[in-house]
């Protein structure tokens, strides 16, 4: 059965350090995996992997997804309150357009 | 300016009673879904539809159902058999044939419904 797992499901760090965040999956015929960032209500795109090795960057947040190992890592570096959020992780298999979503990450980032 | 809009953002329903929550986007998008999210919880697949006038069972379609008639739209009804509705259900879109933006998945605003 597919699966995507994210992990810590809860972490609190100060303003300034960084974090990473993980999410493996098991997926038949995998396609692309997507980060979203969910505050109050919907979620908003972070980012979409496809290839193994390629960094996504943007701002101070960064992704790269392993397919060999089957994981990826969401690195947000110098975190500010305003990154306190849920990061959910998506990943879609091909020709069947089901998105799965892990359980999310609930970063809380104090002052 | 497009996107998805969902309505109402807040709704109540006594035990028993069906309800429909509305999903409409202008993204031209063909792939409609709708999610469920419980406190702590990921978002979970109820229905998704890949074309008109057809639709597909996700992991939680007990207790819901869905038409999809037209493009723009795929309204979900929760129905007296679903055991716990009260939860926030998102509804997303995304174009899944065009090659530059993947499966990137568009959210509308979501609803929260709660029974009373």
């Known amino acids: 059965e597919d699966k995507v797992v994210q992990s810590p499901l809860s972490l609190v760090v100060h303003e300034g350090d960084t974090v990473t965040l993980n999410c493996s999956y098991e997926v038949t015929n995998f396609r692309s995996l997507l980060w979203y960032k969910q505050e109050k209500k919907a979620p908003t795109f972070l980012f979409m992997l496809?290839?193994?090795?390629i960094e996504k960057k943007s701002g101070r947040l960064s992704s790269i997804l392993d397919k060999k190992e089957l994981f990826s890592i969401l690195n947000i570096t110098a975190t500010q309150t305003g990154d306190s959020a849920v990061y959910l992780c998506a990943v879609e298999a091909r020709g069947n357009n089901d998105m799965r979503f892990g359980a999310g990450t609930r970063l809380t980032v104090k002052p | 300016d497009g996107g998805i809009t969902q309505s109402p953002k807040y709704l109540f329903r006594k035990e028993g009673q069906n309800v429909t929550l509305s999903c409409e986007q202008n993204?031209?998008?063909?792939?409609m879904y709708w999610y469920r999210q419980d406190p702590g919880q990921g978002l979970r697949l109820i229905y998704y539809?890949?074309?008109?006038?057809?639709?597909q069972k996700g992991d939680i379609a007990e207790g819901y159902s869905v038409s999809r008639e037209k493009k723009e739209s795929f309204p979900l009804t929760v129905t007296s058999a679903q055991k716990n509705p009260t939860a926030f259900y998102l509804c997303a879109s995304s174009n899944p044939f065009n090659p530059r933006s993947g499966n990137t998945i568009y959210f509308g605003e979501g609803s929260w419904l709660t029974v009373v």
């Open positions: 539809s890949q074309i008109v006038n057809d639709f």
């Open positions: 993204l031209n998008h063909d792939a």
């Open positions: 496809t290839s193994s090795g």
